[in-house]
């Protein structure tokens, strides 16, 4: 039992219109049913016409390869100077989209492949249907990552094999069931391709021969079923714009008492986070009906679902620019209510209270 | 030219003090020079003794794992439910701190190694001196990742290779200086001894055969040199998490115009931001001294570096409550001209002028 990773040797310089699966099935007759094929993107790219013309340099470079990446962009996920860490219409979070200027005439930029899954099957298909060989494709490019310097090479396509492997439902020696389930193979097998391919030895396809359970008769979900929905990531938006989107949010806090009343510790917490940031002497009180007999029937426009109220007052005596100050220390507080998931509406404070203003949380 | 993956057959289970050396040795008398040993994280766990009692089932069991998580963890990176994702003393991100309860007895738990670059090189050092072979080591462990579904093994620690290969100063055939050019090879070395490991086999090592340049006379910086610098990380904290502290930012908003004054466009924009969320009849005025001679000099506080005022008022009539109202949309602006890179002073109006509050941007 073992695996081997086998360079394809001759591919040589690939064009637009060239057929891989010849290409390829020359420069590999050795080639055998179950093996995984490892196909690096660009020539998959090349030969299917992805490419764009750009002035080789000067500003309209730069600005040519802005609007190509606008193009490829379906979301900018996060920036920093001139990097763009973008999602692309296929879901993928990539710097410049994966748009590259290596091994290619100083004029062209390469672009993904347009839907690598259906290049991976479409490889796959000529192979088996000219040539008789019932492989696996993986279409692969290279991708930098959060937290880990140095890029690996994963799967953009995958046709002819799952992309995970999935161990849901086993248990170990020891009878724990396994958590970590689900491994992501094809990226495993995209990685261990680069290491025989390299950047620029013209090596673009790699075969990794013994994998077991490799190759399924039909083509599979492809690489798709990589891709994490960005509402299901925790990291699906760069943490300096995830900052700013939270500030901004502070700017046009909605008004709204939640359907429960706030919970006093987080009111507590609240109130201590601002307490350095308003005007000295402002006091917030956390008052609630049983404290406060018949609260409700007294406040303007009581929320009936709030049953508690934070009744606020600035410094005394008090000027019309105090007042200001206080309407700014009370939305610092709202704020801080937000931040503890408690939402908050301003009223008009009970006509009995000497407070200047109250929140209904 | 290839490479081989060869699993290391018959290890069985390792226990503290195991002799991880003699084991793998034993196991595989036909490793050679130049080999890359990959190794399961969890059996130099073992061997090193990194295990933790814990309770088999019940509550002690969840608050013991909890006190255990606590004690791996530099800095919480992001949660979600059970979900925690940290950073560790190592540097690593991970779910759990890498934490583990799958392939040891339902009473303990494995911890990642002290120093995984360390116990690389000691293997590696174990198997020269005592068994006469010269190879890498690689200590790897699964990981997850953002944006994509599955996980995949990397490597913590190395020795006697570089974690990264460097194309910097390279040229393609096309003449293009390399971009893309550290990559992290010995993270696709540890994918790739995992495709032949699996995760319930029993099969702890897999040797990589073949791999050109794998070994160094020395034992190299180690996988250290992969942890990214948080600061230097674009995706440092998750998407929430950042959000939170950017929302909570707001509230603790401090004064201060900037060195130079504010760029009106970006003014503009924080107006625009604000202006469905302000007091309707709201007006924000940015003025500054050529439109306004003499406006400095009828500012209390105005400080000398700003050359530039909001003016704001409410809507008329106004009453206490309008002023506390206005006072929060204030603040709300400030919010939002910090968004824009902008801060903000909150001033008394000029004397002159017919404006409730002032900001100094």
């Known amino acids: 039992m073992k695996l081997e990773i086998l360079p394809v040797l001759g591919i040589g310089h690939v064009s637009e219109g060239d057929d891989l699966a010849a290409l390829i099935a020359t420069a590999a007759p050795w080639l055998r049913d179950g093996d995984v094929l490892v196909v690096t993107s660009k020539i998959v790219s090349k030969a ?33 100077g001139a990097t763009r860490i973008v999602q692309t219409h296929h879901g993928f979070v990539m710097a410049a989209a994966g748009i590259d200027a290596s091994n290619v005439d100083k004029t062209r930029l390469v672009l993904l492949p347009k839907d690598p899954d259906a290049s991976a099957r479409a490889l796959r298909a000529a192979l088996r249907e000219r040539y008789d060989r019932n492989v696996a ?16 090479d994963v799967a953009l ?25 689900e491994m992501a193979v094809v990226d495993e097998l995209a990685g261990a391709g680069e290491l025989i391919k390299g950047k620029i030895d013209q090596v673009p396809v790699a075969v990794i021969r013994g994998y077991l359970g490799a190759t399924r008769d039909d083509d599979g979900a492809g690489a798709a079923v990589l891709v994490r929905d960005a509402a299901q990531d925790l990291f699906s938006l760069g943490t300096a714009e995830a900052r700013a989107a939270g500030l901004a949010a502070g700017a046009v806090l909605a008004d709204g008492p939640g359907a429960e009343p706030a919970d006093p510790g987080a009111v507590r917490r609240a109130i201590d986070a601002v307490a350095q940031a ?3 002497g402002t006091v917030f009180t956390l008052v609630d009906e049983d404290a406060y007999p018949g609260l409700a029937a007294t406040v303007t426009g009581w929320p009936s679902r709030a049953t508690r109220l934070i009744l606020g007052s600035p410094p005394t005596p008090v000027s019309a620019q105090d007042l200001v100050r206080f309407g700014a220390d009370l939305h610092r507080l709202r704020i801080a209510l937000a931040v503890e998931g408690v939402p908050s509406l301003a009223l008009s404070p009970p006509a009995a209270s000497t407070a200047s203003a109250a929140l209904a949380v």
């Open 137 to 152: 494709v993986i279409v692969s490019d290279t991708m930098g990552r959060p937290w880990r310097n140095g890029l690996t």
């Open 278 to 280: 308003v005007a000295p």
């Open 157 to 181: 396509g995958v046709a002819g094999m799952d992309a995970i492997r999935d161990h849901r439902g086993e248990t170990d020696p020891y009878g724990n069931e396994l958590t970590l389930t």
């Open 48 to 80: 299917e016409g992805r490419l764009v013309d750009i002035p080789a340099d000067g500003p309209e470079r730069q600005a040519a390869r802005d609007e190509v990446l606008t193009a490829e962009t379906a979301r900018v996920v996060a920036r920093r």
